[in-house]
């Protein structure tokens, strides 16, 4: 008898939690793959496809599929070692292959010599080129990501890849020491001991 | 959130409150202090940077070639965050061009470069002796025309500061100027202090506080003394003479002294009811207000045993430094190598070349002799004594955040709260082992900021791409379905007409290609016959 009720009650239970978790199962359905996400917030969404895929997105969902993480130059060494934290696997060296990490650039059309073919307006990832057929094109500085497709498409060459300025704003504090041998830029210490 | 009145009361009994940590470092201020600040003569030419303060820039009314006056103001804007700057002197726009700026990296900035007349001719705005019934928009609009920023070192705007949307409680006045080098307010407090009064009464107008409280450190009797003489009629003010320990000047740690309350690390002073200013600024609002003048010199500290004459002057923005250094008497054979930094030395900064020019937060020049500046020793490991943590006022942890931003785990350094590190410097002025611990903090700063614009960028980016995807695939399939259309057309129109109507016109089309082709077939052979 004991036994019966404990099958009875043990099965009433397991009926209750399955439904429970057949409805949240509805209910929280999550639509896409937390991790492609998670990826992709870390990737530098240049939409260049030197990793091989087209754009940023792409290679996340590879990458949640077991592609190699090392296969992004614009990202660098910071993006490996982030990608590794996230999916628990060692940081490796940036694929020389898929290219070198370089200085930041952004795309600049030398508007005299722009015939207005519109290719690259159509190559741009990002929506950056701005300008219609037969006038001329532009690009919106703010916007580009510097991923060099707009450059092979042009008929002309009329587009260069020019390393980003440094400006009091963006510029970094740098440890090294200066020429004469004297901590860079902070006196404290120097002064008054 | 401070009571006013308690808090007046209790440092009219002398009682004040500490903040934790602070340095003594050797005092410094007899170098300079000692004689009234200088009148100068202009310099060959004037670089004016465009952005002198935090914000945004204007952009520039002026061209090359055109004549300013004195005082005339050479950006505008409609943004509130833009403060104008002014042509220091009349003369000539020379040139709008890239100069090196008074920042520690020395990169260029737009600058534009002013040949003195040597006629000083002023553009003055019209004087508001009657502040007491204008209202306060009319004040506030004056100070930002005028082109006011903090003169104590930061350079927030000051009309943004001065219209709070909380109720003020406290209005302090900062006149305690803890570097050890720098003497600029000591001087114009003793010089100025009536003219400081006046600026604290428009404040006070304009802001309404409960209390005035002016905060002086107890090194600096004179100026003290100064300050009382002008305000013995107003019992509305305050006068609290504040131990001498560095940094007792910075903003937070001064409310904490006078009022014994912390200001939030998220938050502003005005979350605790205060706001500070320093006694520049008051100068400087006076002669906007009163005067007409808008913000075209400031006192500056020269100093330093490599100076001849060490001295305070008055000098106008955009003074090259190397004017300055020729009227102290700059002796370069005093220094191992050639080395100015400006601010003071616990936060100051090596300037790159001596054409920086003075700018708005510029408050001293300090170029000190080999005995001064001896020769750095290598960092050495650090001890885990904990000088520092016992020294910071911010009770911070400094060797955890030297470890975390070292190591560049900047997610750790902001967990023991980076953020509110104020730079002071006393945690690297203690340190046994040498470690310059702020430059670690600051290059973590700007890394953490840097990180922070890029993260922006490319959130933005992908937003782009991705609207770009969805309409790309759009026109796709919009596409398809005309052809789809249309091809649906086309068979229903070919139904229509009967079916053998329209293999007759295909046949039909096939035969006159065929002759067309046979015929320039045989063109061809006639050619070659």
């Known amino acids: ?193 | 959130m401070i009571d006013a009145d308690n808090v007046v009361q209790q440092i009219k009994q002398g009682q004040l409150f500490d903040f934790p940590g602070g340095v003594h470092p050797p005092q410094q201020k007899s170098l300079s202090n000692t004689t009234p600040i200088n009148t100068i003569d202009e310099p060959e030419r004037l670089y004016i940077p465009i952005k002198q303060h935090i914000g945004t820039q204007g952009s520039i009314c002026v061209s090359i070639g055109q004549d300013v006056a004195k005082g005339e103001p050479l950006t505008t804007s409609a943004n509130p965050f833009a403060v104008p700057v002014h042509a220091s002197t009349s003369g000539k726009v020379i040139d709008i061009t890239q100069h090196p700026s008074a920042h520690p990296s020395g990169l260029p900035e737009t600058t534009i470069i002013i040949e003195p007349d040597g006629l000083a001719q002023w553009q003055l705005m019209p004087v508001m002796s009657d502040y007491l019934s204008a209202d306060k928009v009319s004040i506030l609009e004056r100070i930002c025309q005028a082109g006011i920023s903090g003169l104590g070192g930061a350079g927030f705007p000051t009309h943004i500061k001065t219209n709070p949307q909380k109720s003020v409680e406290c209005l302090i006045i900062n006149g305690i100027e803890c570097e050890p080098y720098i003497s600029s307010d000591d001087r114009i407090m003793r010089e100025h202090a009536w003219q400081i009064k006046q600026g604290i009464d428009i404040l006070r107008h304009v802001i309404q506080p409960k209390q005035v409280i002016i905060a002086v450190e107890d090194n600096k009797p004179e100026a003290m003394d100064a300050i009382k003489t002008a305000c013995i009629e107003d019992a509305g003010i305050t006068i609290a003479s504040v131990p001498t320990k560095y940094p007792a000047g910075g903003e937070r740690q001064l409310i904490q002294v006078l009022t014994g309350e912390e200001v939030p690390q998220e938050g502003l002073p005005i979350d605790v009811g205060c706001l500070m200013y320093n006694v520049g600024t008051c100068y400087a609002i006076a002669d906007a207000v009163l005067h007409g003048k808008a913000l075209v010199q400031r006192v500056v500290t020269l100093t330093g045993q490599a100076l001849g004459s060490p001295q305070n002057v008055w000098a106008l923005l955009g003074t090259p430094i190397h004017h300055l250094l020729d009227i102290a008497g700059y002796d370069p054979k005093r220094q191992r190598s050639q080395k100015v930094i400006m601010g003071g030395p616990m936060m100051g900064f090596t300037v790159h070349n001596d054409v920086v020019p003075v700018v708005k937060i510029t408050n001293c020049l300090l170029v000190p002799d080999k005995r001064e500046l001896p020769d750095v020793e290598d960092e050495r490991p650090c001890i885990r004594c904990g000088l520092c943590a016992d020294a910071c006022p911010a009770g911070l942890l400094p060797q955890q955040l030297f470890w975390h931003s070292k190591a560049k785990e900047y997610d750790k350094a902001q967990a023991y709260h980076l953020d509110a590190c104020i730079e002071c410097g006393a945690c690297a002025y203690v340190c046994p082992s040498e470690i310059p611990l702020v430059h670690y903090y600051r290059k973590a700063k700007t890394d953490i900021k840097y990180q922070a614009a890029e993260k922006e960028k490319s959130e933005k980016a992908r937003e782009r791409f991705e609207t770009r995807q969805a309409r790309l695939l759009a026109d796709k399939q919009a596409r398809e379905e005309k052809h789809r259309l249309a091809a649906e057309a086309r068979k229903k129109a070919m139904e229509n007409k009967g079916g053998s109507d329209a293999k007759d016109k295909i046949a039909a089309a096939l035969a006159r290609a065929k002759a067309k082709r046979a015929a320039a077939a045989q063109a061809n052979k006639d050619a070659e016959e």
């Open chain 1, 1 to 193: 008898m004991t036994l019966f009720t404990a099958l009875i009650i043990l099965g009433v239970l397991a009926l209750i939690f399955g439904a429970i978790l057949g409805y949240s199962a509805i209910k929280f359905k999550v639509e896409a793959d937390p991790l492609v996400e998670q990826i992709d917030a870390i990737l530098p969404q240049t939409q260049c496809g030197q990793c091989g895929y087209p754009g940023c997105k792409p290679y996340a969902e590879a990458i949640a599929n077991g592609d190699e993480i090392n296969k992004c130059p614009p990202g660098g060494e910071a993006t490996i070692k982030q990608l590794a934290d996230l999916m628990g696997v060692e940081p490796k060296p940036l694929d020389g292959d898929h290219g070198v990490e370089e200085v930041k650039k952004v795309a600049y059309i030398r508007e005299a010599e722009c015939i207005g073919c519109t290719k690259c307006i159509q190559a741009c990832p990002v929506d950056a080129i701005i300008g219609a057929s037969k006038q001329m094109h532009t690009v919106i500085v703010d916007e580009c990501t510097g991923c060099d497709l707009c450059v092979a498409p042009c008929p002309v060459d009329c587009i260069d890849m020019l390393p980003v300025k440094e400006t009091p704003q963006t510029w970094q504090w740098d440890l090294a020491r200066s020429a004469d041998g004297q901590l860079g830029d902070i006196p404290i210490k120097q002064v008054n001991s």
